[in-house]
């Protein structure tokens, strides 16, 4: 598993402060692998998933921090959607 990938599940989980989340979403990170939020918390996965988000590590990182909004992402083209 990459750093980038260790790196996002720790944040997302520290995010999540072990609420649940309804439903399921992955993160893939060009280059990188995929992440998966579940009911379960965030971990490194590949699974099927209700929506996909793929982003670049750099765009990835900039949404996690706060200094890109996703919205502005999106309709940037820095991040697609699918689902």
């Given at each position: 598993m990459s750093e980038v990938i260790t790196a996002a599940?720790?944040?997302?989980?520290e995010k999540m402060n072990g609420?649940?989340?309804?439903?399921?979403?992955?993160?893939?990170?060009?280059?990188?692998?995929?992440?998966i939020i579940d009911e379960a918390?965030?971990?490194?996965?590949d699974d099927e998933a209700d929506v996909t988000l793929t982003a670049d590590a750099d765009t990835f990182r900039e949404i996690l921090?706060?200094?890109?909004?996703?919205?502005?992402?999106f309709m940037g083209g820095r991040l697609k959607l699918d689902g």
């Open positions: 599940v720790a944040a997302l989980n609420q649940s989340f309804d439903g399921s979403a992955k993160f893939v990170i060009e280059g990188e692998g995929a992440v918390g965030a971990r490194a996965a921090s706060g200094e890109l909004n996703p919205t502005s992402a």
